[in-house]
């Protein structure tokens, strides 16, 4: 199966882009999202842990989605501030959500999402080999946005750990990893975060400013062409489960990509929200069908009566 979605879901610049404005009364963003993809990348779990409770949340709100997945980030402890060993109880507090997400059978992926400046050396590998072993029993994906990482080494470590690698499209710069189609675990993801080479590495942007990019047809259409090929059965083995995240959220723009990609792999229209192509009409009208907010679909209906 192949899961196209955003990252994340509470942006207020979506009001009118994405959601309806004003929201109607009983109005709930995960759950619309939900009628519309088969995956939403949790962006809160990386700025600081959640109970158990709150994921249980979460899955409630989307029960109405049977094969609705979730992806979630890696609390950043580990990720982006290395500079001293973590704690057993930190490990506890960072897999609390996850963990239920899992035990509820929603979680998709577990994201160890790293920066550009973690390189490959000694010590960066025995810091991932720890992280795997503190993340043991959850379906992990590792993202790195460096090209020291680019070895066959690498992948054959990670297929051994059973990790999955992250297909990324970002801006490239000198030693930025670059677009691929690499599966070594069970779940094969790609995230796609915009080519906004003038403000991805200034000090001094913003995340909106770095994430604002809206990609055309012709940037996406070999991207289409990698998430069809991740897709294919080995003849070897079963095919992964295929994860395609869309990160340049700002105006709801990753919406707009991952609907196009999923018209583009699936080759045939696919339901949009209305709001969503009245804002992008030139982008998503040959590949999206507009649905009103309180409008049927296959879905059970958004709003009580």
């Known amino acids: 199966m192949i899961r196209f979605g955003p990252a994340g879901w509470e942006y207020p610049d979506w009001a009118g882009i ?3 404005k004003p929201e109607p009364r009983g109005f709930d963003r995960l759950r619309f999202l939900s009628r519309f993809f088969t995956t939403v990348e949790v962006n809160a779990t990386f700025y600081r842990p959640f109970g158990r409770d709150i994921a249980a949340r979460w899955c409630d709100r989307v ?5 609705f997945r979730f992806g979630a980030k890696v609390w950043r402890r580990f990720t ?3 500079g001293e060993a973590y704690s057993a109880d930190e490990v506890r507090q960072a897999r609390a959500a996850l963990d239920r997400l899992h035990e509820e059978g929603r979680l998709g992926a577990a994201l ?3 920066p550009w400046s973690f390189k490959r050396d000694a010590a960066s590998e025995e810091w991932l080999r720890g992280l795997f072993r503190a993340f043991a029993g959850l379906p992990l994906v590792l993202e ?3 090209a020291s990482w680019e070895t066959a080494e690498v992948l054959a470590e990670l297929a051994e750990a059973g990790v999955g690698i992250v297909n990324v499209d970002q801006p490239l710069f000198h ?3 670059r677009p691929s189609a690499r599966v070594t675990s069970p779940v094969a993801y790609v995230r796609v975060h915009g080519r906004n080479y003038r403000d991805w590495f200034r ?3 913003g995340r909106d400013a770095r994430y604002d990019y809206l990609y055309g047809a012709r940037e996406l259409e070999p991207w289409a062409r990698r998430v069809a090929a991740l897709a294919d059965p080995d003849p070897a083995g079963e095919p992964p489960d295929v994860y395609v995240v869309t990160n340049n959220h700002f105006r709801g723009q990753a919406v707009a990509n991952a609907k196009m990609l999923e018209a583009m792999v699936e080759r045939r229209k696919v339901e949009a929200p209305k709001e969503l192509v009245e804002r992008y009409p030139e982008a998503l009208r040959p590949y999206a069908i507009p649905v009103a907010a309180n409008e049927p679909m296959d879905a059970p209906e958004l709003f009580p009566r």
């Open 175 to 177: 030693d930025s990893i």
């Open 203 to 205: 000090k001094d942007a």
């Open 112 to 114: 160890l999402q790293f």
């Open 18 to 20: 994405v959601y309806p």
């Open 80 to 82: 982006h501030e290395r």
């Open 144 to 146: 790195v946005r460096h």
């Open 63 to 67: 029960r109405d989605a049977e094969g």
